[in-house]
Structures are given as C-alpha cells and as structure tokens.
C-alpha cells in the first residue's frame, strides 16, 4: 500500500513538473536573466516543492505557492549575488540617451531586450508585480497572494512602474 | 489568470505604446532542454530516493565501511581495557600502574641488595666476633 502511494506521489510530481516547469523556468529566467542560473534555480525549486509538497495546505491555488517558491528563491539569489542594482527614481527618470539607444529602426526583439533590462533596475516590489502582470498575465489578486501585497499597494506599483519603463524606453531621448 | 486583453487594456491605458510592443520571449534555451531539465529534476527527487534507499545498504563501500567500524571498536574496546591494569588486585589508571611498576622493582633491587649487604655484614661480624685462633685451629 505505501509502495503504491509512492509511486502514485512519483506520478503526481512527474505531472506537476511537465505542467510548470516551463512556466517557472520563463518567470526565473526573466528575473535572473542568465540560462545557467535560470536552470538552477529551476531545478532547487522543484526539489524544494518535491520536499515540502506535504506542507501545502491548500489554502492557496497550487501554482501561486509554486510561483512564491521561485519569486522567493529568485530574488534571494539575485540579493545574494548584489546583481539587482535598483535604479533610485531620480536617477531612473534621468537616464539619458547616451545610455540607450532609441534608432527609429529597431526591431521589437530589441526593444523588448531594453525592456528586460529597464525591469531589472525597478525597485523590487515593481519589478514583480511588472513580471507577474505583464509577462505572466496574472490577476491583481493572484499576484498579492504570491507577494504577500495588498490589491491597491501592486496596482499603484504597476502603475509606477510602466511610467518609468515608458519613460526609459520612449521619452527620455 | 486574468484575461489577457484586461490586462492589455489597463496597460494600453496607461502607456499606449508599451502596449504596442511585442512580448514574444527573445531569450532562448538549449534544443530539448526542457525534457533534460525534468530528467535531471526527477533524479535528483524522484529517482534518487529509491536509489540512496536501495544502494545504501546494499553497495560494497558501506559494507566495507561497516566491517571498519566494528574492526575499530574492537581495538577501542582492546585499548580501553589495556587502561585497567591489575596490581595487586587492585584495578590502576595507567600512571598508577607506572609508579607501581617502578616501586616493586626499586623494592626488588633494594631487598636484594639489603639482605645481601645485610648477609654480608652478619658474615663479617661473625667473623670479627670468632677468635682468628681457633679459625686457625680448624683449619
């Protein structure tokens, strides 16, 4: 009976990971940029959900507490590797031309390379409500369960912060 | 998940033209990567339970390992008792049993050499006491 049990435990996690792994691969790689990095973290992050399964409790949706897991452990690495360099707003607003390059003929791929890396300089709390809203195309109320934010408070930071990535990306030339 | 045209209409409200950009990802991964991912994922949760479990008792390095370990206790257990040495139906710490040691052989020499001194002495003071006379006589 309980080899049973294990095996149909091996099973779920087996179709758990074929159903997330991309998704969180995506979400984590956007945040850290790097595949090396991206691809271990994945990976600590299942075998941290295949260790602590028994603690879900179901109070949440299943994918919000696995997108905790890897927002948590993405911003953990990135603070332990002092690679997240926020931009204080001032500084943010001012970044000049000479800083990017706004051609009137770039493509959208790099467009959308200098917006990945406009995110990355945004304070935290705005550089996850913008991944989880824009990218991710999350719910304001899924993102606060994830976040552990209120509703208002990540509506005003998405606010903030497509303002600064607009400012980054179309006006400050 | 929230409806995606929600979501671009709040975003095409507040930044038309942020709106207007493509999200397509422009990061790309390895060919097949996610599979191996999962491949690599699963030994290490998964499949590494049942092999760590199934191996461990069962590979030669534990066993060799094991029979070290009893090998070591044996020599501890050896060593241990080596400590409790005997004198005299007395159980001694190794330092006890040291002094001991060198006191009954100091005793030993000094008993020996005390009777001999002392039958030596005896011998002579006989021989001081008898009259070399009669010595002489019985001779």
């Known amino acids: 009976m309980l080899f049973r049990d294990k ?3 091996s099973y779920a996690f087996t179709q758990l990971l074929k159903k997330y792994r991309e998704k969180v691969y995506w979400l984590i790689r956007r945040m850290v940029q790097n595949h ?3 691809n271990d973290l994945t990976q600590e992050v299942f075998i941290k959900i295949w260790r602590k399964i028994d603690d879900f409790r179901g109070e949440s949706k299943l994918f919000t507490w696995i997108y905790r897991i890897s927002v948590n452990m993405a911003i953990s690495f990135l603070n332990k590797s002092n690679t997240n360099q926020y931009l204080p707003d001032a500084v943010f607003e001012n970044i ?13 791929g790099e467009i959308l390379k200098k917006l990945h890396k ?6 935290e709390k705005q550089q996850l409500v913008f991944q989880l809203r824009y990218f991710e195309e999350l719910s304001y109320e899924e993102i606060a369960e994830i976040t552990n934010t209120s509703v208002g408070a990540l509506k005003a930071n998405y606010h903030h912060a497509v303002k600064k990535i607009e400012h980054y990306l179309f006006i400050s030339d | 998940m929230s409806n995606p045209k929600d979501i671009h209409n709040e975003l095409k409200q507040i930044s038309p033209r942020l709106a207007e950009i493509d999200k397509k990802e422009n990061y790309d991964v390895p060919e097949g990567y996610f599979d191996q991912l999962s491949e690599e994922i699963l030994r290490k949760t998964v499949k590494s339970n049942r092999i760590h479990y199934n191996s461990f008792f069962s590979s ?9 370990a009893c090998l070591g206790l044996i020599i501890l257990a050896g060593l241990r008792l080596s400590h409790h040495k005997v004198f005299n139906n007395k159980e ?3 330092e006890a049993f040291a002094l001991e040691y060198i006191d009954s052989e100091v005793m030993v020499d000094f008993l020996l050499t005390h009777q001999q001194s002392e039958t030596d002495n005896t011998e002579n003071q006989i021989l001081d006491e008898i009259d070399e006379n009669i010595i002489l006589e019985e001779l």
């Open chain 1, 118 to 123: 406009c995110v990355r300089n945004l304070p």
């Open chain 1, 96 to 108: 000049t031309s000479s800083q990017v390059d706004h051609s009137p003929q770039e493509d959208g």
């Open chain 1, 36 to 38: 090396e990095d991206a």
């Open chain 2, 60 to 68: 030669n390095r534990v066993k060799a390992f094991a029979a070290a």
């Open chain 1, 7 to 9: 095996n149909r435990r």
């Open chain 2, 92 to 94: 001694l710490t190794p």
